[in-house]
Structures are given as C-alpha cells and as structure tokens.
C-alpha cells in the first residue's frame, strides 16, 4: 500500500509540475485561441502546421512581404521622370545698364530692363544612368525581406519544441491510464475471488476491504491522470486553434532514422546576413560611380534669356545633367573594412551556434542510449515482477499470503510497467528532440 501511495505520489508530483511550467510558458506567449471545430484525433505532424498558422506571429509574413513590394516599387520609380515647378517674383536695386556699358549710340534707343522681375519654371529631369545605384537598392531591399522573413521562420520553429512538451505528455498519461486500468481490472478479479471465498467462510472481511480500498485507489489515479491530460489538451487546443475534447486521441509518432545533416532556419538567417553585407559592398561602388541625367527646363516671365527685350515671354533649356561626386572614395576602404569584420563577426555567430547544436545533439544520442538500455533491463524486470505476481496469486488463493502482501507483489510489477511505459515515450521524444535540434 505504502509502495503504491509513492509510486502514485512520484508520477503525480512530475506530471503536476510540468504541466506548471508549461502552463507559465504559455501565458507568457499570450496565444489567442480561434478555433472552434473539435477533432477526435491527432498527429504530431498535424500539431506543427496547425500552431504555425495559428500562431499571431505568421501575419508578419504577409505585411513583410507587402512592405518589401512597396519599397522595391518606390526605388524603381526613380527612374520616372522626375517634374518641378518653381515660381519667383523680385524686386533689384540695380539692373544692367546698356547705356553705361557700351555708351550712347545715335539714333539708336538702348533698352532698360526692369527692376521688378517675375518667373514661373517647370524642370523635368529623368535618370539615364546611376551607376547601378537604384538596382542594388531593390537587392537590398529584398535582401533585407529575405531575412526578416527567415528570422521569423526561426522564431516560428521553436513552436515544434512547445507542442513536442505537450504532446508527448499527453502521450505518457494515455499510456498510464491503460496500465493503471489493467492494474484495476486485476484488482477486481482478486476481488471477486475473496467475495466468493468470504462467502464460503474461507476469507476475511478485511482482506476484502483491503482489496476494495486498492481498487478505489487505482480510481483516484485514473481521476489524476485524467484532470492533467485535460489541462494538457487545453492547452494543446489555444496552441492549434482548435477544440480538443477528453476523447481526442493523439497517435503515437512514427520514429524514423535520424539524419546527421543541421538544417535548422537560424543557419539560412546567418547566410541571409552575409548576402546584404555582400550587396553592401557592391552599393559602395555604385557611390562613386557617375550619374546621368537628361533635363529640360521650360519658363515664362519678365526678362526672358534675351534680357535685351524688356518683354515677358516663354523659354525652355534642355540638355544633358553631368553628376560625379568623389567624395566618396575618401572612406572606401574603411567601409570595406568594416563589411569584412561584420561578416567575421556573423560567421563567428554561425559557428557558435552549430557548436551548441552539436553539444545537444551529443546529450540527445546518448540519452537514446540510456533509454534503449533501460527499456531493455525495465522488461527484464517486469517479466520477474510478473512471474512473483503470479506466483502470489497462487499463494493467496491458497491462504500462503495475505492480501496486504499480495497488494505489495502487485504494485511491485505495476511500478515496473510505469517506470517501462515512462521511458518508452521517453525514448521517442528524445528522438523528436533531436528532429527538432537538428532540424530535419
């Protein structure tokens, strides 16, 4: 009885302070829950694409997505034709004097031109060439959405490791609660053994009891196992977005052959990183290279170009725009130098984090191995309990044993199927564990 109260109490205290944990983890995340159609049945794999599109975070993907479209429109229409209007009135204390500058003439008037002036002017300018400045800030751009896009994919991956949490414990008391039902249905049958035999005066009324009192105890453990898989499947169902039930079963995941390559999404947001520094540079060249532009300028006002006619009238200007700045040659080479440390410093980041994958991968291989070898000796040990158990069941029905130490022989293997059952699921998460830490 006392073997049965810790083993209870053991499997008990792990499942109520897990699901505290991951009950705190999901308040944190604030996940909205969506969905109201109910599923009878689950997989794993079903899970992962159901909390992805459940989770507020993927709208981003769209709005990164639209805000990278505008951006690159917006570049591209640099190359439209670029139209100003400027208009001007002003007042000159002084003005050009013909007669000052070349005299007098006979019979000849020289003109004045007025000191109040007046200019209304359009410019239209278009591009012609920029040294493929505009080409690479669209690079950029969709550079700079690539891995915004990535960074979020990453963010997004470590939901396979919540709902890995969750499932696989819903996984163990599943398994727990047919075990704790088979160890019900053997108490029943001893007492139905010991009524009949209390009946031929053959029996105490207090081995009977104590059989009732096991079995009852068996009741409140199923009554456990049962409340904590509902708050786990709750939990489960704000993840998905979906309603969830306590008759919703959850398939056991199919393990497969782990495969050795890393193909986490952090990997492709490292690689991401070093292509902007890559556009980067080619944008530094564009800087100093020279720049195009056709223009015409067309105006009306008082004086127009021939300022000897005091007259208002139209005129225009057209031509070729010749732009180049060299200025920017002065801090070439420190830019450049600077855009090689940062992708020192993004490949010193991406070792970083394959050391640390590959540390985990280590811990995860040999915790397969611990569990494959406990799984081994934890049958060794259940066919011994169960031969003592048999074994026990013949003494007590021969009146060798009693039922308290029955009981005892009984929990005994039953602890041993729990602990077997415990490292099976064990076993298969660690396997997912290292699908997820590898990222295949």
């Known amino acids: 009885m006392q073997n049965t109260i810790m083993v209870n109490k053991i499997y008990q205290n792990m499942i109520i302070n897990h699901f505290k944990f991951l009950f705190t983890v999901l308040l944190a995340s604030a996940i909205a829950y969506t969905g109201n159609a109910q599923i009878d049945s689950l997989t794993l794999e079903d899970c992962y694409q159901l909390a992805r599109s459940n989770f507020p975070s993927i709208k981003k993907l769209e709005l990164i997505s639209k805000t990278s479209e505008f951006d690159i429109e917006n570049a591209s229409k640099r190359f439209l034709p670029q139209v100003f209007f400027s208009g001007q009135a002003s007042y000159q204390s002084q003005t050009v004097s013909f007669s000052d500058a070349i005299g007098t003439l006979p019979g000849i008037a020289l003109p004045s031109i007025s000191k109040d002036q007046y200019k209304i002017q359009g410019d239209v300018s278009q591009l012609l060439y920029d040294g493929g400045n505009i080409r690479n800030q669209k690079e950029l751009i969709k550079a700079n959405s690539a891995l915004q896009e990535q960074n979020l994919e990453a963010s997004l991956y470590t939901i396979k490791q919540r709902i890995n949490n969750i499932y696989f414990s819903v996984l163990l ?3 727990q609660l047919k075990q704790n039902e088979l160890n019900k249905e053997n108490l029943q049958t001893q007492v139905n053994k010991t ?16 059989l009732k009192a096991e079995t009852m105890n068996t009741e409140m453990v199923r009554t456990e196992y049962q409340s904590n898989r509902n708050g786990y499947l709750k939990m489960l169902s704000l993840f998905i977005g979906k309603e969830l039930t306590a008759n919703t079963k959850l398939a056991v995941p199919l393990v497969e052959p782990p495969q050795q390559d890393i193909n986490r999404p952090e990997l492709k947001a490292f690689d991401l990183q070093k292509s902007i520094y890559d556009v980067q540079e080619t944008q530094l060249k564009s800087d100093y290279l020279p720049q195009v532009s056709a223009f015409f300028q067309g105006a009306y006002g008082r004086p127009t170009l021939n300022i000897i006619k005091n007259e208002f009238g139209p005129w225009y200007i057209t031509g070729l725009r010749f732009n180049w700045s060299l200025g920017n040659l002065y801090s070439l080479s420190n830019k450049k130098s600077t855009l090689n440390l940062n992708r020192q410093s993004i490949e010193a980041d991406r070792e970083t984090f394959l050391l640390n994958i590959n540390l985990d991968l ?4 040999e915790q397969v191995k611990k569990y494959t070898e406990l799984i081994q000796q934890d049958e060794e040990v259940i066919a ?3 031969s003592v158990t048999r074994s026990a069941e013949a003494q007590l029905s021969n009146g060798v044993i009693t039922v308290h130490e029955y009981i005892q022989k009984l929990n005994a293997e039953q602890l041993a199927r729990q602990t077997l059952i415990l490292h099976q699921i064990q076993l298969i998460q660690v396997k997912y564990n290292q699908k997820y830490i590898s990222g295949n």
Request: glycine share 4%; no cysteine.
């Open 173 to 175: 008391i599943d398994e």
């Open 195 to 210: 009524e009949a035999a209390l009946k031929n005066g053959v029996a105490f009324r207090s081995s009977l009891d104590e």
């Open 362 to 365: 280590i811990q995860q291989n």
């Open 384 to 386: 011994l309990r169960a």
